[in-house]
């Protein structure tokens, strides 16, 4: 079973950066398909991203993000990141990480498959 951490959200102003990162223990995190979602006071949860485990490696972005999000993987320190550029004010939410172990044919986009979640990391863009 595995538990997932979020942590590196703040305040930041719109157009700044941050780093997002996803920690698990109590399981070993390489074989995961790992995701991050977003979910805001009064709407759905939204998916933002994921990545699948290796040897493909292959990620994957909401429209309203690409170009701007990326995610990436160390599997030696059982972390998966998010890396947030150019943040806008739409933006702002709690973004959630969680974790699932299933095949290339399921899809990643919905929060459905996955079995681990982590309890979340606030970002704030002011204007």
């Known amino acids: 079973q595995a538990q997932l951490v979020e942590s590196g959200g703040g305040l930041v102003q719109a157009g700044g950066s941050l780093r997002l990162s996803c920690e698990a223990s109590?399981?070993?995190?390489?074989?995961?398909?790992v995701g991050w979602f977003r979910q805001d006071a009064g709407k759905e949860r939204e998916f933002v991203g994921a990545?699948?485990?290796?040897?493909?490696?292959?990620?994957y972005y909401a429209d309203s993000v690409k170009g701007r999000f990326t995610i990436s993987r160390d599997n030696a320190k059982n972390t998966v990141y998010l890396q947030m550029n150019s943040l806008k004010p739409d933006d702002t939410a709690v973004y959630l990480c969680?974790?699932?172990?299933?095949?290339?044919?399921?899809?990643?986009?919905?929060?459905?498959?996955?079995?681990?979640w982590g309890q979340g990391t606030q970002v704030t863009v002011s204007s």
């Open positions: 990545i699948r485990p290796s040897p493909y490696s292959r990620s």
């Open positions: 109590g399981s070993t995190f390489s074989g995961y398909v």
């Open positions: 969680a974790a699932g172990s299933f095949s290339l044919l399921t899809t990643v986009t919905t929060p459905t498959p996955y079995d681990y």
